[in-house]
Every structure is written in structure tokens, then in C-alpha cells.
């Protein structure tokens, strides 16, 4: 499964990750809806850091197309709101 974090480049995952993934998300969600912003930081930096940690880089120059996109480290509460889908960040 092959993910887009914004300004850093691609990485591929496997579907394995997902469901843990998902939890991560949701705690995203959860800090975004209650409008905490230490809690929207350390939220964004813990699943950024688990897709980093648990993904395979590709090189910079390949074009895969991506299953989803994440925001980058830096991104406001607003910008990550916008983002948002029914299911959050990451689908499924």
C-alpha cells in the first residue's frame, strides 16, 4: 500500500498496518473534534512517526499512485481538518 506524507516523499506499507494505523487515526480525529492542540501535535507526530517506522521509503524520482495521503509534520488543526474524509485520514 503505497502512502504520500506531504513534503517528505512516498513509502509503502503493508496492508498489515492498517488496522493499527487506524487507531492512530482515530486518536487524530478525536484530538481534531475536541479542539485540543497539544493533544491534535502529539496525535499527528505519533502516527507520522508509526508510518515512518513501519514503512519501506521508494526513491524519490518514483510516481506510485497513493492509496492515501498524510499531512506533513508542520500542518495547522484546520489543515488536517480539511483533509478529513467519513473515515478519517486513512480509509478503512
Do not use: Y
Not at 23 to 37: K, T
Not at 49 to 77: C, G, H, N, T, W
Amino acid at each position: 500500500m503505497i502512502v504520500r506524507i506531504m513534503g517528505e516523499g512516498q513509502v509503502d506499507l503493508t496492508d498489515a498496518d492498517l488496522d493499527l494505523l487506524n487507531s492512530f487515526d482515530a486518536a487524530l480525529e478525536a484530538a481534531i473534534e475536541s479542539g485540543d492542540e497539544a493533544e491534535f501535535r502529539k496525535a499527528l507526530h505519533d502516527l507520522l512517526q508509526r508510518v515512518r517506522e513501519d514503512s519501506k521509503p521508494l526513491p524519490p524520482d518514483s510516481l506510485e499512485p497513493s492509496e492515501f495521503i498524510l499531512p506533513p509534520a508542520d500542518a495547522s488543526m484546520d489543515e488536517v481538518r480539511q483533509m478529513l474524509q467519513d473515515d478519517g485520514l486513512i480509509p478503512g
